[in-house]
């Protein structure tokens, strides 16, 4: 158990539709990242918050945003869904934003959109 | 750009071999790497990580690494493999903004037969 919860673990929805997973990190983890693994595009880097504050960007589509609140916890909404987000997300935390390079994931969330 | 590569998408052994798993890394300056194991249904564990000095690493469950400068290559070995084994492994390199998000390779998936 690493400590990280995402939830839901499954999610089926809709094309057009949004949808909001959670994740609660470590505790006095200040850190998170959120990653998508699908198939054709492997482990993709999303967006990394660092106590509240966004810290780094990657392949993260205008659809798609996160936040972290006060209590850390953090929340990934997806919008306007399409086929191809159909997707492993995966979020996970550290207890600095320093280059350690050790992050502690969850299970994840998988999500299918039909 | 760092990306990292992982040529094997499968691999087979049987149980009691040795394994060794490629990763070949592209990176502006010293690179932070890492070897990440997903087992199936779970999230990423991280398995052994390199900063600096000695160039083999010694990380969890019997795993090492050699990092090699000149053939930028981050190989990960074990001398016998196990059963509880099979898995996809993951090599990873932060990203060169220094915010500690990882950039992963594409994986390689580990079969391990009686």
């Known amino acids: 158990d690493s400590g990280v919860t995402q939830t839901p673990k499954h999610l089926i929805t809709a094309t057009g539709q949004r949808v909001t997973l959670r994740c609660s990190p470590r505790?006095?983890?200040?850190?998170v990242y959120w990653y998508q693994q699908s198939l054709d595009q492997g482990l993709q880097f999303l967006i990394q918050y660092y106590n509240g504050e966004e810290r780094a960007k990657g392949n993260i589509l205008e659809r798609f945003s996160a936040q972290q609140f006060p209590d850390l916890h953090s929340e990934l909404n997806l919008s306007s869904l399409e086929l191809g987000d159909s997707a492993l997300y995966f979020c996970a935390s550290s207890s600095s934003s320093a280059n350690t390079g050790e992050l502690f994931f969850g299970e994840g969330s998988r999500l299918t959109v039909l | 750009a760092q990306s990292v590569t992982q040529p094997d998408i499968h691999i087979t052994v049987s149980e009691g071999a040795s394994l060794e798993l490629r990763c070949n890394y592209s990176y502006g300056a010293t690179p932070y790497l890492f070897w990440y194991v997903q087992s199936p249904g779970q999230g990423l564990q991280l398995l052994l990580k390199y900063f600096s000095g000695d160039t083999l690493v010694q990380g969890i469950k019997g795993f090492e690494a050699e990092f090699k400068r000149s053939q930028s290559s981050f190989n990960l070995r074990k001398p016998s493999v196990h059963w509880s084994d099979a898995a996809e492994y993951f090599c990873a390199v932060v990203g060169e903004t220094g915010a500690n998000n990882l950039f992963f390779g594409t994986g390689t998936r580990l079969t391990v037969i009686p």
């Open positions: 505790s006095g983890d200040l850190s």
